[in-house]
């Protein structure tokens, strides 16, 4: 609680370009807290360093991702928006419930395991301990609710244990945190092998819609999708590339599955792929004319970023000297 509101907290990484599955999973659904709760909404670099980045890349993305936020419909006077590394107390937190969180539990966790198969040559301790730093964003602001894709459902689990064995130690210190995951935000697959996540760092571009595509780009993308040998627009177990269409539709027009079989029988694949590709463009058309707006602000988004830091750190510096204290540290 935060005068008298709940808390909300999610984080992005500004590491990749943002793709749609990051837009329906989850910044689209940022802006229906708002008014309700106290948001803290964050640009997770420390977090982005975990595989190698390219400094100015990296630089450049953290703006992007604010002004997303921005685009997407985030008013910075009704929302906390920060930058993770402008709050030291995370990665402070991070630390202390890095020796809170166990070895075991970090094995199991899947992103770990695709992550470190993608960068072999890169195995750092970081990219280990990542999921306890996400536990201490999360934890910073005694949260409440944490809206996230389905693909953090894991990390957002480990939060509350690692939550729920410091509160059973040292007596309540953490809310613990219930995850928030949208109906409509199931994982969005790619489009060119529909079994696996479309990442934002996919080689294959055709696989893969970004947030800001251009809509040529995107009515292509949507026109190569893989489908099946079938032609029904049918959601049914197995159709995985006209499934995941139907989920990416059913997100950006708010129609059902039902609504969506009706709307498109008798027709072939190829009108649908180019509806899906329309609703898509559609939608995105304005936030990306924001966005456009805003990054050529530069003075606006590190003003924004000034802010968000002074009130996420004066509310995460409560936290921390709770624990500190806890922990036996001794505080001048
Ligand atoms: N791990 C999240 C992702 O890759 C990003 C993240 C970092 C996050 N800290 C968070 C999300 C805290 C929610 C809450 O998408």
Redesign the pocket.
Known sequence: MLNGKKVV?????PSGNLTIG?YLG?IKNFSTFSEEYHCFY?V?DL?AITVRQVPAELRRRTYETLALYIAAGLDPQKNTLFV?SHVPAHAELGWMLDCFTMFGELSRMT?FKDKSQKNADNINAGLFT??S???A??LLYQ?DL????I??KQ??EL?RDIAGRFNGLYSDTFTVPEGYIPQTGMKIMSLAEPTAKMSKSDKNQNAVVYILDNKDDILRKFKRAVTDSGSEVRYAEGKDGVNNLMTIYRAFTGKSNEEIEREFEGRGYGDFKMAVGEACADTLAPVQAEFNRLIADKAYLESVMREGAQSAAYCARKTLSKVQRKLGFVTL
């Open positions: 907290f999610s984080g992005v990484q990051n989850a964050c997770v977090h993770q992103q990542y999921p730093l996400m536990a964003d999360i949260t944490v809206p996230v894709g693909d953090q990390h957002l939060a």
